[in-house]
């Protein structure tokens, strides 16, 4: 059987990585110019952040130091996806452009802590980004740590919309709630064959299906209402996974989908990711949804916002819709593809399909149903 680091010589086109390669990042790692490296092993991460998006891998490096030590540094890395460009939603590249932009550097006073970066190499068809490992204190999230998590992204966008300017990289992602709907067209074009499918007619739920068309055909109204609203700058995907508490810091990872949006946007996946994995319930996600907001508000006056909160909430809701119509394709597609049905099953702690696609279905009823009607209202004055 092959080792790990022979492993990850195939998987990486033959890329070799010596022993006095890593001697030189143990120097970066620890500040003692006449550190040497005299073993290392890698191993591949599995279930760690950035593994959602195809194309992404990591792996923990393991460092025998000359000084008796021990030093661990992960390498993320990032492999090209064909014709796909800058203003992707998902460019494959953005986050190693961030980090080597050096244009986060210290976040605001009370958002969050970033991992150290150690280097980042460009290979042409694929990025690496050598980078802190950090390991996560916390287990199970309280409501009182998502509205902890909630008030200091709300510091974190409260700061950017009181600054003149914001970063304007053609690699940041623009609205990236907007972004994503063009890809869903098809689905929405298909969706009475898709139906066809048992799991499928679960999930939508049918009886709401006629809602659901009618938010699609409406979809422009959001997002043209997202356009409208102070813009900020945004992580897009500030949920747990992504949100590590370390001792007495909280970092977040992963910027891979970072960019402009309207305020209240950067809230959208620390809900909606969430509902799927926190124990839904339609009461606890009206419990979430109300502490999560009111403590990002309370995060943006504390950074000096004064602007009328229902902006937020616009954006929020809008945002949420949005990614709710995103939902449907997942799920359908999830459901509908046998190959991934046992991760499903492992995911959710369920044996039945069925009871899987009824959990989607709640969930539905609530981060887009819920949400397009409230957000409908908002818009309406």
Not at 4 to 30: C, K, M, V, W
Not at 149 to 172: C, D, I, K, M, Y
Not at 186 to 206: G, V
Not at 251 to 280: F, K, P, T
Request: aromatic share 10%.
């Amino acid at each position: 059987m092959p080792s790990n680091a022979e492993l990850f010589d195939r998987q990486n086109h033959g890329s070799r990585i010596s022993t006095a390669y890593l001697s030189e990042l143990a120097r970066i790692a620890t500040g003692d110019p006449a550190i040497a490296v005299s073993w290392s092993d890698c191993e591949p991460v599995h279930g760690g952040s950035g593994g959602a998006i195809g194309g992404t891998a990591l792996y923990r490096f393991t460092l025998a130091l000359d000084d008796g030590c021990y030093n661990t540094l992960i390498l993320k890395v990032l492999y090209q996806r064909p014709d796909e460009t800058e203003q992707s939603p998902y460019y494959w590249k953005r986050e190693f452009e961030i980090c080597r932009a050096g244009m986060l550097g210290d976040l605001p006073d009370g958002s969050f802590d970033l991992p150290r970066i150690y280097l980042v190499e460009d290979h042409g068809d694929r990025c690496w980004i050598w980078m802190e490992d950090l390991e996560d204190r916390k287990g199970d999230w309280s409501l009182e740590d998502f509205a902890d998590t909630a008030e200091r992204l709300g510091r974190f966008n409260g700061v950017w919309l009181s600054r003149t300017t914001l970063p304007h990289a053609q690699w940041l992602s623009r609205s990236w709630h907007s972004a994503i709907v063009p890809a869903l067209t098809d689905t929405f074009e298909r969706l009475d064959q898709l139906l066809d499918n048992p799991l499928a007619q679960i999930t939508l739920p049918l009886d709401a299906r006629e809602e659901i068309v009618a938010i699609w055909r409406d979809r422009e109204t959001f997002r043209r209402a997202l356009a409208d609203l102070p813009q900020t700058f945004c992580h897009f995907d500030a949920f747990r996974r992504n949100v590590l508490y370390c001792k007495n810091e909280v970092h977040l990872i992963d910027w891979a989908l970072a960019g402009i949006g309207g305020i209240g946007e950067d809230l959208v996946s620390l809900v909606a990711v969430s509902l799927y994995y926190e124990g839904y319930t339609q009461a606890y996600a009206v419990e979430l949804d109300n502490i999560v907001f009111a403590n990002y508000v309370k995060g943006l006056r504390e950074a000096g916002w004064r602007g009328d909160e229902r902006l937020a909430r616009i954006g929020y809701t809008c945002g949420m819709t949005l990614r709710g119509l995103a939902g449907v394709k997942q799920d359908i597609n999830l459901l509908a593809n046998r190959s991934n049905h046992e991760q499903l099953k492992r995911n959710h702690h369920s044996g039945s399909l069925e009871d899987i696609a009824r959990f989607f279905a709640e969930i539905r009823r609530f981060r887009l149903l819920k949400m397009a009607r409230e957000a409908r209202s908002l818009l309406a004055g």
